[in-house]
């Protein structure tokens, strides 16, 4: 979805990065859920099989890098506030394309 284009809004990463919106609106949906990093991060698991740090989280709220896997995140930013996956990337999507005028 990332590299076609979605009806009034071309989606070309080259223009910016997705990630500043992403990480706000996961911030958002975890703060009105009244939740923590540290509650965010147990579920986000690792390859290893542990849950990664809440300076990843924070990392990635504060759009200073990708998570390793942004699904896995994005995901667990869902099982713990009621906030569907899609709906998080869509509102991310949205306030992207307003602020880049499109």
Not at 22 to 37: P, S
Not at 64 to 75: G, K
């Amino acid at each position: 979805m990332l590299h076609g284009e979605a009806p009034g809004c071309p989606l070309t990463m080259t223009d910016r990065q997705l990630l500043p919106y992403l990480g706000r609106v996961a911030r958002e949906a975890r703060e009105t859920a009244g939740l923590t990093r540290e509650q965010v991060a147990v579920l986000v698991i690792t390859k290893r099989g542990r849950p990664v740090a809440s300076t990843t989280i924070l990392r990635f709220e504060h759009a200073q890098t990708w998570p390793q896997n942004p699904d896995a995140t994005i995901a667990a930013y869902s099982d713990a506030t009621g906030v569907a996956t899609c709906e998080l990337w869509e509102r991310a999507l949205r306030e992207w394309c307003r602020l880049n005028g499109n």
